[in-house]
C-alpha cells in the first residue's frame, strides 16, 4: 500500500520561491512516473509536472522555465522546485505516483497525496 505525503507549501511573496517535498511510504514499482498537480478555487485539477522513472520529464506551458521536477530513486521522493512564483500559481499542490507492470498498457495503480497548500501573494 503506498501512500504519499506532500510538504513544503506555504506563503510567499511573488518572485519567490518554494520547494515542495513528496514522500512516499509502502512497496514502489521499480516502473514508475510521478508527477505535480496543482488544483485552484474554481478551477480543474491541472497537470504541472512529470517524471518517469528513466528521468524524462515534462512541464505545463505555464510553468515551463520557472519550475523544475525531480525525484530520488532510492527515496522514492519526488521534489518540485519552484522559482519566480506568480499569484497565479496559487493552488493546492497534489503528489501523484502512477506504477506500472511489466505486458499492462496502462497503469497498475494511481495514488494520491491530500495536497499542500501554495500561496503567491504580496
Known amino acids: 500500500q503506498v501512500q504519499l505525503v506532500e510538504s513544503g507549501g506555504g506563503l510567499v511573496q511573488p518572485g519567490g520561491s518554494l520547494r515542495l517535498s513528496c514522500a512516499t511510504s509502502g512497496s514502489i514499482s521499480s516502473i514508475s512516473a510521478m508527477a505535480w498537480y496543482r488544483q485552484a478555487p474554481g478551477k480543474q485539477r491541472e497537470l504541472v509536472a512529470s517524471?518517469?522513472?528513466?528521468?524524462?520529464?515534462n512541464y505545463a506551458p505555464s510553468v515551463k522555465g520557472r519550475f523544475t521536477i525531480s525525484r530520488d530513486s532510492a527515496k522514492n521522493t519526488l521534489w518540485l522546485q519552484m522559482n519566480s512564483l506568480k499569484p497565479e500559481d496559487t493552488a493546492v499542490y497534489y503528489c501523484?505516483?502512477?506504477?506500472?507492470?511489466?505486458?499492462?498498457?496502462?497503469?497498475?495503480?494511481?495514488?494520491w497525496g491530500q495536497g499542500t497548500q501554495v500561496t503567491v501573494s504580496s
Open positions: 501523484k505516483i502512477d506504477q506500472y507492470s511489466s505486458g499492462l498498457r496502462g497503469p497498475r495503480t494511481t495514488d
Open positions: 517524471i518517469s522513472s528513466g528521468g524524462s520529464t
